[in-house]
T-cell receptor
């Protein structure tokens, strides 16, 4: 059973470009969570999704950030018009049910130049 | 507001010592608590998960305890080794999301 997969592992974008981060949950997991780790800071919750639904986006910045988890395919975290302050490690986690143990992917490290 | 605090922020000890890392949280209505290890520039490695109904969990040289009433957890590492050097993160599940502490950066000196 493969673990949580994230790609790309490293992503470099110029200011103003779009960044798309992908997360494939573990097999059988229908709950996906995104967390962000800014340099020298702790991990912060961003959004919680189930298939085709956003359940809790209380940690998402109000502008430029969006997330989806379609019926088929991976979950996508999309950042439009990236700025230097978006440079961070973005981690995805999945679980089989809500409030169960979350399993983390290796992360995507986004660098905005 | 649900907050998780880890003390100390950094710890340096000689190899072979036993040590304790501390985690406190502000809300006792938790589902579970998890300890992770993170190496520089790397992802998270799950070490131990304690369900809210449990008091402790053990894995090898690691033992984690949970006291919900006082809002505290400890991670005990026995006979520390240089390979244990990493940042240790405490994460508490409130509802549907994990709230992380800032971590304790541990250095084991040979």
């Amino acid at each position: 059973n493969a673990g949580v997969m994230q790609n790309p592992r490293h992503l470099v974008r110029r200011r103003g470009q779009e960044a798309r981060l992908r997360c494939s949950p573990m097999k059988g997991h229908s709950h996906v969570y995104w967390y962000r780790q800014l340099p020298e800071e702790g991990l912060k919750f961003m959004v919680y999704l189930q298939k085709e639904n956003i359940i809790d986006e209380s940690g998402m910045p109000k502008e430029r950030f969006s997330a989806e988890f379609p019926k088929e395919g991976p979950s996508i975290l999309r950042i439009q018009q990236v700025v230097r302050g978006d440079s961070a490690a973005y981690f995805c986690a999945s679980s089989p049910q809500t409030s169960y143990e979350q399993y983390f992917g290796p992360g995507t490290r986004l660098t905005v130049t | 507001k649900q907050e998780v605090t880890q003390i100390p922020a950094a710890l340096s000890v000689p190899e072979g010592e036993n040590l304790v890392l501390n985690c406190s949280f502000t809300d006792s209505a938790i589902y579970n608590l998890q300890w992770f290890r993170q190496d520089p520039g790397k992802g998270l490695t799950s070490l131990l998960l304690i369900q809210s109904s449990q008091r402790e969990q053990t894995s090898g040289r690691l033992n984690a305890s949970l006291d919900k009433s006082s809002g505290r957890s400890t991670l005990y590492i026995a006979a520390s080794q240089p390979g244990d050097s990493a940042t240790y993160l405490c994460a508490v599940m409130f509802g549907q999301k994990l709230v992380f502490g800032q971590g304790t950066r541990l250095t084991i000196n040979p």
